[in-house]
């Protein structure tokens, strides 16, 4: 297991990549798949903004960004305890399945080809760029647009707008 602590603007470079689990609470967070070296699991993080250290690692193929005490199962039960804040930019191998959990960060996730794309926000506004996968997507008040979509979308929401503008998806 690689293991990495970050309190300020840093980039790593990565291999053995096979699937992405993100969870942060403010910010914005770029997702985009990548075709080159996609057979070595070849990633690249660049943190460029962090309030609130990030931690990543990389355990059994699984690269884990997220802001101390986030768990994917409580994303929405998280409540501020302090400022958490960090732009990120993440590219992995295209086929990499991908789960994005979000407070009030904004995300955008493109290019990518997995067989589910699984995303859950707070407050935070989610783009889905020419993803081709099975989508999960759920909000509270969060708007979800996407654009070239191909494969089902899931979207379940309180409050939040959906816009899908050329979509090839077999079920909304």
Same mark, same amino acid.
């Given at each position: 297991?690689?293991?990495?602590?970050?309190?300020?603007?840093?980039?790593?470079?990565?291999?053995?990549?096979?699937?992405?689990?993100?969870?942060?609470?403010?910010?914005?967070?770029?997702?985009?798949?990548?075709?080159?070296?996609?057979?070595?699991?070849?990633? =690249?993080?660049?943190?460029?903004?962090?309030?609130?250290?990030? =931690?990543?690692?990389v355990?059994?193929?699984?690269?884990?960004?997220? =802001?101390?005490?986030?768990?994917?199962?409580?994303? &929405?039960d998280?409540?501020?305890?302090?400022?958490?804040?960090?732009?990120?930019? #993440?590219?992995?191998?295209?086929?990499?399945?991908?789960?994005?959990?979000?407070v009030?960060? /904004?995300?955008?996730?493109?290019g #990518?080809?997995? /067989?589910?794309t699984?995303?859950?926000?707070?407050?935070?506004?989610?783009?889905?760029?020419?993803?081709?996968?099975?989508?999960?997507?759920?909000?509270?008040s969060?708007?979800?647009?996407?654009?070239?979509?191909?494969?089902? %979308?899931? &979207?379940?929401?309180?409050?939040?707008? %959906?816009?899908v503008?050329?979509?090839?998806? /077999?079920?909304?």
């Amino acid at each position: 297991m690689q293991e990495w602590r970050i309190e300020s603007p840093r980039s790593l470079d990565l291999e053995g990549v096979q699937r992405l689990q993100v969870r942060l609470v403010g910010g914005s967070i770029d997702v985009v798949g990548r075709t080159e070296d996609a057979d070595l699991g070849a990633a =690249h993080v660049e943190v460029t903004e962090v309030d609130g250290p990030l =931690h990543v690692k990389v355990e059994n193929g699984t690269l884990v960004v997220s =802001h101390e005490r986030l768990t994917w199962g409580g994303l &929405f039960d998280w409540s501020d305890r302090g400022r958490a804040c960090a732009v990120v930019s #993440i590219s992995v191998p295209a086929g990499c399945p991908v789960e994005l959990g979000v407070v009030s960060a /904004d995300a955008v996730v493109s290019g #990518i080809a997995a /067989d589910r794309t699984k995303v859950k926000s707070v407050s935070g506004d989610v783009t889905l760029d020419g993803v081709r996968s099975d989508i999960s997507a759920q909000t509270v008040s969060g708007d979800l647009e996407s654009r070239q979509l191909a494969g089902t %979308l899931a &979207f379940t929401t309180v409050s939040g707008d %959906l816009t899908v503008v050329a979509g090839t998806s /077999d079920s909304v």
